[in-house]
């Protein structure tokens, strides 16, 4: 099945991870739109296979897998499964991500930090691994890998040390990838998001802590925007490559923040 999967797979995969809800879900519904077949993962089944029902209602090809990304059988798992099914993988939006409670850094539980390292730092890497041996091995050779930093990557908002620190190093992990997937064909860009208006962000219209110590309501943009950009990243040819893209909404406080 893989032999024939490689033969025959005409349309560019790409893998979501963290599709059931907000950018995933979003990032994914557009990569459907333009014509990649998506292989749609996260914790919980039934919000993919919602998804994947709708695709192929829609005449598109989408792949449900669940998968824990912090566990390194279960990203093994679902490679083998793209593996299968497609042969190949041209895209991988590493999207996956969780916060931790916004305390001081003395009240912050150790297992709430190393859920979120889990999450957002080893997860990353276990799909970037598994992806980039994928990409290095099949044919035509190479690939995109796009990550999700967060304006957190640049400035931190107050009691988010676990947060921020994991999207600092994700820039670290984007251009050590980008790196060492010159010699073959792999690229690796990040896009830094700010105030994507999904159930992550609803807080930020109630109003949430500001460097000055206020509470303040902080404007939104339409996810769309974020699934668009994503998109025109994943549609450039391999010989060129969005290192970093800053998108957020345009008034939130980011420049000038603190």
């Known amino acids: ?13 790409a893998l979501v991870t963290g599709a059931g809800s907000g950018i995933g879900k979003a990032t994914a519904r557009k990569l459907l739109a333009g014509g990649y077949s998506v292989v749609l993962t ?33 990203v093994a798992a679902l490679f083998d499964a793209i593996r299968l099914r497609y042969g190949r993988l041209d895209v991988l939006f590493n999207n996956a991500g969780r916060n931790a409670p916004p305390v001081e850094i003395d009240q912050i539980e150790l297992d709430d930090w190393r859920s979120v390292v889990d999450t957002n730092l080893t997860g990353v890497f276990l799909c970037t691994r598994a992806a980039f041996g994928m990409m290095k091995a099949q044919t035509p050779r190479g690939g995109r890998i796009i990550n999700n930093g967060s304006i957190s990557a640049h400035a931190p908002r107050p009691f988010s040390i676990a947060y921020t620190a ?15 997937g010159r ?12 105030n994507a208006a999904t159930e992550m962000a609803e807080r930020m219209a109630r109003g949430v802590p500001q460097a000055n110590g206020t509470i303040a309501v902080e ?12 998109l025109h990243m994943a549609n450039l040819p391999l010989s ?18 603190g």
């Open 219 to 230: 404007p939104l943009m339409d996810v769309e925007h974020v699934a668009d950009a994503v």
């Open 166 to 180: 994991t999207k600092h190093a994700i820039t670290g992990l984007t251009k050590s990838v980008s790196l060492d």
């Open 1 to 13: 099945m893989t032999q024939t999967a490689e033969t025959t797979q005409t349309k560019k995969v």
């Open 183 to 194: 010699p073959y064909d792999i690229v690796c860009g990040q896009i830094d998001i700010g």
């Open 42 to 74: 996260g914790r919980r089944q039934a919000p993919l296979d919602a998804l994947a029902t709708d695709a192929k209602a829609q005449g598109q090809d989408a792949l449900a897998v669940a998968c824990d990304v912090t566990d390194a059988a279960s």
């Open 240 to 257: 060129a490559n969005v290192q970093f893209m800053t998108i957020m909404a345009s008034k939130m406080p980011f420049v000038g923040r």
